[in-house]
């Protein structure tokens, strides 16, 4: 009998998933020659088979719990361990960086002026750009900019006085020091406004003030606007807004939480219709689902909708333009949502870009975008079973890194959208080769089971891959749609805490709100500060939408009130 290698694929040390088409092949040798041997051996090796699958399914169905239910991170120092902790992040030595920028700038214009900013910056010790960084971080203008200055001055000494030390020289202004300091407020405040009235003695005639105008609401426009952030954006629900503000000495029925979030929604409405229409002409569409709840929906579903309901986030992107985030509560697919939204576009414009995962659902039929698909979506099937087939999905882990470590130096040189894609068409584009060569050498010669863990994963790969490499032939698409789910987190914190919508009508009032919110967020803007003013002047938002969006009020504001000052130095003369 010759000697069989039976153990083949079963080495740790080389690769722990088992050659299932070896195995099979040795098991019938011994059946030539051993007939009743190789039966009995033949089911064994079937058993192991079978259990190896099972053990794949399994890891991959514990990491996908982990991810769940625990502080599971996807980063590669948690796959790999922290030894391995930066095998995703190219070699950035000074040299090598000069190198390829140097050869970079002669089909780039700006790289050539960003070389020798990124050599000074690389030649700094890390520890160094690492305190500048925190230094920045803790400066009370960078991170407190809305706040008030209150300038003290010496209680003693003047500028151009006499030095009283050396009694030489002259006092000049230095840089001041600055402290912050946090003071506590309210979240609500009420006041008991009392009108008297008088009434006379004969003629019984009663005499009455007139109630100011901005005091014939319940409430202004700053607490609609905080209970509105508080519920919409921090996901505090009705009832807890309720006792919250009880421990304030002012606990408001969570019924008129809600009707002071809907007379804030009315006046933002016209501003929300205004930011569907520019996301529909924006560059790239970033958009997602997450479950919803409507308590009333089944009592109001017509017999053609569906009985799921789902929160649509799509995050609208223009190079140089603005981020708009918008959400969509109901029982559309983010893709039914995604083709009424481009049907609202400037028919002139080129089709833009969606970035989205590769569920069908997400890109329905007619619907006229360039399809991107998420590469974190593709990387995370090879991190659920990376404890079962570690050295093939390290592999492909480690390739995506590289994309992820490309991408990275895009962003720190400040290239542009050709810019960003020449770079990875010369850095990346190989890399993405290599990756979708090995994918289906692993399948065409039957090295992994295709319907095992790794098959699909691998399959999935090949299946999408125009969709996954969109970035190497289309200016400014993402690699992925991590945006949208970071802002997908606002409804679902707002559905864990609130569990459900009561209505159709009071989801639309959160779509709206959060809409306003996030954007106004991404804008760099106060949003409390911004929804005081778009109610404040919700006639003029109403008339003109689009002069009131989050990136051009202040300088609406500004026009109002040149021209009322203009208007009154006209009266005063």
């Known amino acids: 009998?010759?000697?069989?290698?039976?153990?083949?694929?079963?080495?740790?040390?080389?690769?722990?998933?088992?050659?299932?088409?070896?195995?099979?092949?040795?098991?019938?040798?011994?059946?030539?020659?051993?007939?009743?041997?190789?039966?009995?051996?033949?089911?064994?090796?079937?058993?192991?088979?079978k259990l190896w699958s099972l053990f794949a399914v399994f890891t991959a169905s514990k990491s996908r719990m982990k991810r769940f239910f625990s502080s599971f991170s996807e980063r590669a120092s948690r796959i790999f361990g922290k030894a391995e902790e930066d095998t995703e992040a190219p070699n950035t030595s000074a040299a090598d960086i000069t190198t390829e920028a140097t050869t970079f700038a002669e089909s780039t214009e700006t790289a050539a002026?960003?070389?020798?900013?990124?050599?000074?910056?690389?030649?700094k010790p890390a520890r160094q750009r690492n305190d500048e960084k925190r230094k920045e971080r803790q400066r009370g203008a960078k991170r407190y900019p809305d706040a008030p200055l209150v300038i003290h001055e010496h209680p003693d000494l003047n500028c151009g006085q006499r030095c009283p030390a050396c009694d030489r020289g002259n006092l000049i202004d230095f840089e001041a020091a600055r402290k912050v300091r946090l003071l506590g407020e309210a979240m609500l405040r009420v006041e008991q406004h009392v009108f008297k009235r008088l009434r006379c003695s004969g003629c019984q005639e009663l005499f009455s003030q007139r109630v100011p105008d901005e005091m014939k609401e319940h409430s202004d426009e700053s607490a609609r606007a905080?209970?509105?952030?508080?519920?919409?954006?921090?996901?505090?629900?009705?009832?807890?807004?309720?006792?919250?503000?009880?421990?304030?000495?002012?606990?408001?029925?969570?019924?008129?939480?809600?009707?002071?979030?809907?007379?804030?929604?009315?006046?933002?409405?016209?501003?929300?219709?205004?930011?569907?229409?520019?996301?529909?002409?924006?560059?790239?569409?970033?958009?997602?689902?997450?479950?919803?709840?409507?308590?009333?929906?089944?009592?109001e579903r017509?017999?053609?909708?569906?009985?799921?309901?789902?929160?649509?986030?799509?995050?609208?992107?223009?190079?140089?333009?603005?981020?708009?985030?918008l959400y969509a509560t109901g029982p559309r697919h983010t893709g039914e949502n995604m083709k009424e939204l481009v049907a609202e576009r400037d028919p002139d414009l080129p089709p833009p870009i969606q970035m989205s995962d590769a569920a069908s659902r997400n890109f329905p039929e007619?619907?006229?975008?360039?399809?991107?698909?998420?590469?974190?979506?593709?990387?995370?099937?090879?991190?659920?079973?990376?404890?079962?087939?570690?050295?093939?999905?390290?592999?492909?882990?480690?390739k995506i890194g590289k994309v992820y470590g490309h991408e990275r130096e895009c962003q720190e040189r400040g290239f542009d959208k050709f810019q960003r894609l020449a770079w990875h068409v010369e850095h990346s584009g190989p890399v993405?080769?290599?990756?979708?060569?090995?994918?289906?050498?692993?399948?065409?010669?039957?090295?992994?089971?295709?319907?095992?863990?790794?098959?699909?994963?691998?399959?999935?790969?090949?299946?999408?891959?125009p969709g996954l490499t969109l970035f190497l032939r289309v200016p400014g698409c993402p690699l992925d749609s991590n945006e949208v789910e970071r802002a997908l987190k606002?409804?679902?914190?707002?559905?864990?805490?609130?569990?459900?919508?009561?209505?159709?009508?009071?989801?639309?009032?959160?779509?709206?709100?959060?809409?306003?919110?996030?954007?106004?967020?991404?804008?760099?803007?106060?949003?409390?500060?911004?929804?005081?003013?778009?109610?404040?002047?919700?006639?003029?938002?109403?008339?003109?939408p689009e002069a009131w969006l989050p990136w051009n009020y202040r300088d609406t504001l500004e026009r109002i009130e040149s021209e009322r000052s203009a208007g009154v130095a006209s009266a005063a003369k």
């Open 113 to 123: 002026e960003l070389v020798g900013e990124i050599v000074e910056e690389l030649k």
């Open 432 to 465: 993405m080769d290599e990756l979708i060569a090995h994918a289906k050498k692993q399948l065409d010669d039957h090295l992994v089971e295709p319907n095992g863990e790794l098959g699909k994963a691998l399959q999935y790969l090949i299946n999408h891959w």
């Open 1 to 49: 009998m010759d000697r069989l290698d039976v153990t083949q694929g079963l080495r740790k040390d080389t690769n722990p998933a088992p050659d299932a088409d070896r195995l099979r092949a040795d098991v019938a040798i011994i059946r030539e020659r051993y007939p009743e041997i190789g039966e009995r051996f033949g089911s064994v090796i079937e058993l192991y088979l």
């Open 490 to 544: 606002v409804p679902i914190r707002n559905r864990k805490n609130a569990l459900f919508f009561k209505t159709r009508h009071g989801a639309m009032i959160g779509d709206i709100l959060m809409s306003v919110i996030r954007t106004a967020r991404a804008s760099g803007i106060n949003p409390h500060d911004y929804l005081v003013e778009i109610q404040r002047h919700k006639t003029q938002a109403f008339h003109a």
């Open 302 to 325: 017509e017999d053609c909708e569906r009985k799921g309901l789902f929160t649509t986030g799509i995050v609208a992107k223009t190079e140089g333009g603005p981020t708009i985030h």
């Open 366 to 398: 007619g619907l006229d975008t360039l399809a991107g698909k998420c590469l974190t979506h593709a990387r995370r099937k090879f991190v659920d079973c990376h404890e079962a087939f570690p050295s093939e999905c390290g592999f492909v882990i480690r």
């Open 226 to 299: 905080i209970v509105a952030i508080m519920k919409y954006d921090g996901g505090v629900p009705f009832n807890r807004l309720q006792v919250l503000t009880g421990n304030f000495g002012v606990e408001v029925p969570k019924s008129t939480v809600f009707d002071m979030v809907e007379k804030a929604a009315d006046a933002i409405a016209p501003v929300h219709e205004a930011l569907v229409d520019a996301a529909a002409d924006a560059e790239v569409l970033i958009s997602d689902d997450t479950t919803a709840r409507i308590l009333d929906h089944e009592a």
